[in-house]
């Protein structure tokens, strides 16, 4: 009775009903992976247009799903890869490292995130052709900032 009376309060504050959303069952890790996704995609479109990194990574972290940054790894990675300018590949790789160095995505995170990529680079050549070409030449950027570990871009696949 007490926990049904102080919910009751905490539902009639304002701006209550938001906050208990989020602790109790629609925010962070209750959301659907597929909107999840298409937050991160959103989320990378604009970092793209706007060069705002410190937006990006605001936006990042009020997902609340720290579980899931291999996703923005992964489709950072891959936006890289089907782009044709060197804006993308340099604005990817300036996030890539903001959220490196800034601890928001962990080592773990990242090493998931290109994992997937390294995986999937045989389907990925399929749609772009010189992927592989481009995939080398980024990861070892990511290498040369400190992003990745040696290892790491020791496992990249070549063709």
Known sequence: ???????????????????????WGSGGGQQSVKHLVKEIDMLLKEYLLSGDVLEAERCLQELEVPHFHHELVYEAVVMVLESTGEKTFKMIL?????LWTSSVITTDQMKRGYERVYREIPDINLDVPHSYSVLERFVEECFQAGIISKPLRDLCPSR
């Open 1 to 23: 009775r007490a926990a049904l009376d102080r919910a009751t309060v905490l539902l009639s504050m304002t701006k209550g009903g938001k906050r208990i959303d989020n602790v």
């Open 94 to 98: 300036d996030l890539l490292k903001s």
